[in-house]
């Protein structure tokens, strides 16, 4: 069934950048749209950033838009999420998935969520 498998976190200091990368199967990329989402101790799942099929549109939590870029690449089943000028408050682990697409709000598509990659942000 669906295999996600995130990648790319680390740590890296406030204002620095990370690229993280979402590795997808068991379903025909192509016609799913995907999001990034992230959770922070002690906070519940939070939206990040969603693309569209053939990525021709976006969308971005406030607390990341303009910093953040979600891509994807469907020759390859791949999600992206260029993360720049990093803040403490982006500490989370963050996880990608396949979502529904309602009237521009992502919701996630399942419970099939992957191990996620732990982003940490600090000096």
């Known amino acids: 069934q669906v295999h996600l498998v995130e990648s790319g976190g680390g740590l890296v200091q406030p204002g620095g950048s990370l690229r993280l990368s979402c590795a997808a199967s068991g379903f025909i990329f192509s016609l799913r749209a995907m999001a990034w989402y992230r959770q922070a101790p002690g906070a519940g799942r939070e939206f990040v950033a969603g693309?569209?099929?053939?990525?021709?549109?976006?969308k971005y939590a406030a607390s990341v838009n303009g910093r953040f870029t979600v891509s994807r690449d469907n020759t390859k089943n791949m999600v992206y999420l260029q993360m720049n000028t990093l803040k403490p408050e982006d500490t989370a682990v963050y996880y990608c998935?396949?979502?529904?697409?309602?009237?521009?709000?992502?919701?996630?598509?399942?419970?099939?969520w992957g191990q996620g990659t732990q982003v940490t942000v600090s000096s």
């Open positions: 693309i569209m099929t053939d990525g021709s549109s976006t």
């Open positions: 998935n396949t979502v529904n697409v309602i009237g521009g709000i992502y919701f996630a598509a399942g419970d099939s």
